[in-house]
């Protein structure tokens, strides 16, 4: 199953709400997974069952979608947010990522 | 408090092979699916394999079927990877991780916190 994250790239202001698309190749239910990576550290767990926020992850950030089309939503930027974020899914195995999508400051 | 440590990333010439191995620790090791996950220097994550909780199923990416291994040992509570012919193309930070929950579909949570570096080179 390919997952195409789009955009790539996205620059934003603190402040910002943004939005992350995530898109599959076939119906994976509500298996997908959002993860969070800061240079140098290992990816986070943010979402998970597309929705699903995991223990201890700010209330900005929370994801919706189902079968093949699904969002990760940051309703106000913060410096720390700052990073690169993945989809995963986990519906059928081989399990796969997306391509990443690069959050970088304007 | 939940702890993954790789270890045995080297460099090594291309055919050659490599075990990775991953202490974790903080947690019922044999409750849970475990995985590895790598990323390819400057580039995005890869699935590579899991493996559920017994050890008795696994699971790989094409791109390493038929040449990496996963395996277990409850006893020890160690997570492994065979890597055999290696190639460039499997130069990479490896991760291990746990599932997040008890099904294996929930995400992984955490993965293991440096890596290891595996550098596939002449």
């Known amino acids: 199953i390919q997952l195409t994250q789009s955009p790539s790239f996205l620059s934003a202001s603190v402040g910002d709400r943004v939005t992350i698309t995530c898109r599959a190749s076939q119906g994976i239910s509500s298996y997908l997974a959002w993860y969070q990576q800061k240079p140098g550290k290992a990816p986070k767990l943010l979402i998970y069952a597309a929705s699903t926020m995991q223990s201890g992850v700010p209330s900005r950030f929370s994801g919706s979608g189902s079968g093949t089309e699904f969002t990760l939503t940051i309703s106000s930027l913060q410096p720390e947010d700052f990073a690169t974020y993945y989809c995963?899914?986990?519906?059928?195995?081989?399990?796969?990522f997306g391509q990443g999508t690069k959050l970088e400051i304007k | 408090e939940v702890q993954l440590v790789e270890s045995g990333g080297d460099l090594v010439q291309p055919g050659g092979s490599l075990r990775l191995s991953c202490a974790a620790s903080?947690?019922?090791?044999?409750?849970?699916?475990m995985s590895w996950v790598r990323q390819a220097p400057g580039k995005g994550l890869e699935w590579v394999s899991a493996i559920s909780g017994s050890g008795g199923t696994t699971f790989y990416a094409d791109s390493v079927k038929g040449r990496f291994t996963i395996s277990r040992d409850n006893s020890e509570n160690t997570l492994y990877l065979q890597m055999n012919s290696l190639t460039a193309e499997d130069t990479a930070i490896y991760y291990c991780a746990k599932a997040a929950y008890y099904y294996d579909s929930s995400g992984y949570y955490p993965f293991g916190g440096r890596g290891t570096l595996v550098t596939v080179s002449s």
């Open positions: 903080g947690f019922t090791f044999n409750s849970y699916v």
């Open positions: 995963q899914q986990l519906n059928s195995y081989p399990y796969s």
